[in-house]
């Protein structure tokens, strides 16, 4: 830890700023992974079918950085209540902020008045329980997601388990037992993958145990490569480790074969991938590409959804054809990677300097 975390706990450290940009691969890749899997529900057939694996990434990858800022004795010096306070004050403003957003494209989606088959309470509890991070699996029409206005906010859900979890019993644990944990996890998800054909679940209402699953392993995973110190130097660039990740969402979906591929990227080529950007090389050129890429990452993840259902209104009322689609999609991509920068920088971080400065203020 440096002196200056030392003498003030509130202080973030330092970004492996690699894997900041490959959190923003990641990232847009799910975007476009959720427009492609209403264009082409078969992900045999889907460019990027495996692009769901960028969440057990992402828990691979916080598990990591949570250990390398909250362990040796700085979780002790701030606190759980600062902890807790400072996990909400950077992650839920975006919650709330994707919360109005999907209420609002739920409400006057163009394409569809499916919210009037809802009461005006159930209405209001799906607000409700989206900021409030409480599941509530209501819409069956539309794949019984937890959280139905901003579906990808059931891998917050977990996240947020994780650093309580992380916060009152991880953090205390030997590295033996954090082994234990890592190998009966892996043991889990290779189970999860045989009973399912895939790992790409826990976000709906019917399989939200396969949540518990992702997040226990890969978030067990990344904090032992970081108590372990594997972190792999090498001479190797944000391109070559952004290429890698790659090739991991992009791996050919097979029916038939994913128990297998998904079991062994998601337990050894995953945090393989997030030992190699730690200790990846960066170049100059591609300090401030890593930089952007790392901001935008989590509010591109957090507002994009509520425009997808969208995309699937307009899609079951007019159908139209795939060379449509494949003008509609890109220009869709760049249009919320744009709308993301503008919430991160007039609304998302406004409210968190301001609540971090309130916090600061009366610690």
């Known amino acids: 830890m440096s002196t200056a975390t030392a003498a003030n706990p509130l202080k973030t450290k330092q970004h492996f700023q690699i ?5 923003g691969v990641a990232a847009i890749s799910v975007v476009i992974f959720h427009f492609m899997e209403i264009a082409q529900p078969d992900y045999e057939k889907n460019f990027i079918g495996h692009s769901f694996l960028a969440v057990d990434f992402f828990f691979c990858l916080s598990g990591f950085v ?3 800022a909250y362990d040796n004795e700085r979780l002790n010096k701030l606190g759980f209540a600062n902890f807790l306070k400072l996990r909400l004050i950077r992650l839920h403003p975006l919650v709330v902020i994707g919360s109005v957003i999907g209420i609002l494209s739920w409400l006057f989606d163009p394409f569809s008045d499916l919210y009037k088959t809802y009461s005006v309470g ?3 509890w799906l607000f409700v329980s989206s900021c409030l991070m ?9 794949y019984f997601n937890l959280f139905h206005l901003n579906a990808p906010s059931w891998s917050l859900f977990w996240e947020y388990i994780a650093n309580i979890v992380y916060a009152l019993v991880l953090v205390k644990l030997r590295n033996k037992i954090l082994w234990m944990l890592v190998v009966v996890g892996a043991g889990l998800i290779v189970y999860e993958t045989t009973k399912s054909g895939n790992i790409s679940y826990g976000w709906g209402g019917d399989n939200i145990s396969a949540g518990a699953i992702r997040v226990f392993y890969s978030f067990s995973a990344g904090m032992l490569i970081y108590r372990l110190n594997w972190i792999i130097k090498s001479r190797l660039g944000f391109t070559a480790v952004g290429l890698l990740t790659l090739a991991a969402l992009v791996f050919p979906f097979s029916n038939k074969w994913n128990y297998v591929t998904e079991s062994v990227i998601v337990i050894l080529y995953l945090p393989l991938l997030v030992a190699l950007g730690a200790g990846a090389t960066l170049r100059p050129a591609f300090a ?3 930089k952007i890429s790392g901001e935008l990452s989590y509010p591109l993840y957090m507002v994009h959804y509520p425009f997808i259902w969208i995309f699937f209104s307009y899609l079951a009322m007019y159908k139209p054809p795939m060379s449509q689609m494949a003008v509609i999609i890109p220009i869709s991509v760049v249009l919320l990677i744009a709308f993301a920068w503008i919430i991160l920088k007039f609304v998302d971080e406004p409210i968190r300097r301001y609540f971090k400065r309130r916090m600061e203020q009366g610690s």
């Open 288 to 290: 401030k590409i890593c």
């Open 19 to 23: 894997l900041d940009g490959l959190r």
């Open 122 to 124: 159930q209405n209001i």
């Open 134 to 142: 409480i599941p509530y699996p209501l819409v069956h029409d539309r």
């Open 66 to 68: 949570i250990a390398y």
